[in-house]
């Protein structure tokens, strides 16, 4: 309650100083379109996002009608916060797209090749998610990322084209594998992640660098591939280096979903690559202590669901071992 009643103090705060500036309907505009944007920059809960979507749709109503381009900036602006607030349901995400899209057809004749990419890439993110729940054609968001990069090229938008290329990715792997093509498209998913990978590093963009790597990893442990066992082993070298970024103490919910991953992986490969018949009791034994571990994070973010999944795999595992190395593992 506290919070909504200042962030309520604040919309009405800027609502009166804007109405009472002496300032051009123009200028009201982008004042609130700066107030809007630092409020969702900054959100300390939901009614943040949802202030600051007030905010824009008020510049909305006061930027002049000839000022098309001040429009098709607040919209594109607008369309992020619709796409920040959490739901059940898709209406964030659809009022996400109609934004993006209205601001496209003026950016797109109007504005500069880096906005028109960003918005670009932003509908696709919409259009991704909006597929996820039946809602879109998760081509037409590969489609969007694909213009986008037509801007964002490696050279001149390092950071940028990583996180398309591991936006676009997530969009290959995320098509049901029913037909002919569905190894292509793990193939493709693949060079992606190491597209992505080619322009960032540890140093310089450490976020993008650990999350191509993760997903890589997760990549490479689900693709259907004759080298099953090789393509688990590089699975690991990208969750560790993954680790060198996500730590427990910075970025617990990241770190827990990686460790996961390695989990699973280790769980599925055996011991000694020479000798897979010999079985994977290391492996096993390794692979339950990184699952309690991210059960324990997981446990204390209130992310139960997770919790209780990794809880299962861990199960699982013991339930596949033998009773001598549930004994050596602590197990009953």
């Not at 591991?166 to 060079?191: G, H």
């Not at 070298?237 to 996500?246: G, H, N, P, Q, S």
Request: include cysteine; aromatic fraction near 6%; hydrophobic fraction near 45%.
């Amino acid at each position: 309650m506290a919070a909504r009643s200042r962030t309520e103090d604040q919309v009405k705060a800027a609502l009166r100083a804007v109405e009472e500036a002496e300032a051009s309907a123009q200028d009201k505009a982008e004042m609130l379109m700066e107030i809007a944007m630092g409020l969702q920059s900054r959100p300390q809960a939901v009614e943040d996002l949802e202030a600051a979507v007030q905010l824009y749709r008020t510049a909305l109503e006061l930027c002049p009608a000839d000022l098309g381009l001040l429009a098709a900036r607040i919209r594109a602006r607008l369309g992020t916060a619709f796409m920040a607030i959490p739901a059940e349901d898709a209406w964030p995400l659809e009022q996400a797209r109609d934004s993006f899209q209205a601001a496209l057809e003026v950016l797109g004749v109007e504005g500069l090749g880096e906005e028109v990419a960003e918005a670009e890439m932003n509908l696709g993110l919409a259009l991704q998610n909006l597929a996820g729940l039946g809602k879109s054609r998760i081509q037409d968001s590969i489609s969007a990322y694909q213009r986008a990069l037509r801007t964002f090229d490696k050279r001149r938008h390092p950071k940028e084209f990583a996180i398309l290329q591991n936006n676009l990715a997530t969009a290959f792997l995320s098509i049901p594998f029913t037909d002919e093509k569905s190894k292509m498209r793990e193939a493709l998913a693949v060079q992606a992640f190491e597209e992505g990978l080619s322009v960032v590093n540890l140093i310089d963009h450490p976020s993008e660098y650990a999350m191509l790597q993760n997903n890589l990893g997760n990549a490479l442990q689900y693709v259907s591939s004759s080298h099953r066992v090789e393509n688990g082993f590089r699975a690991l070298d990208a969750y560790d280096e993954a680790l060198r970024v996500r730590t427990s103490r910075d970025t617990p919910g990241a770190y827990a979903n990686t460790v996961a991953n390695k989990a699973n992986c280790l769980a599925n490969l055996p011991d000694d690559p020479a000798r897979p018949e010999a079985g994977n009791p290391a492996n096993s034994a390794a692979a339950i202590a990184l699952y309690r571990e991210a059960t324990a994070i997981f446990e204390s973010l209130g992310e139960h669901d997770k919790a209780a999944t990794v809880a299962a795999a861990i199960d699982e595992i013991e339930a596949a071992m033998t009773p001598l190395a549930r004994s050596a593992n602590g197990g009953t």
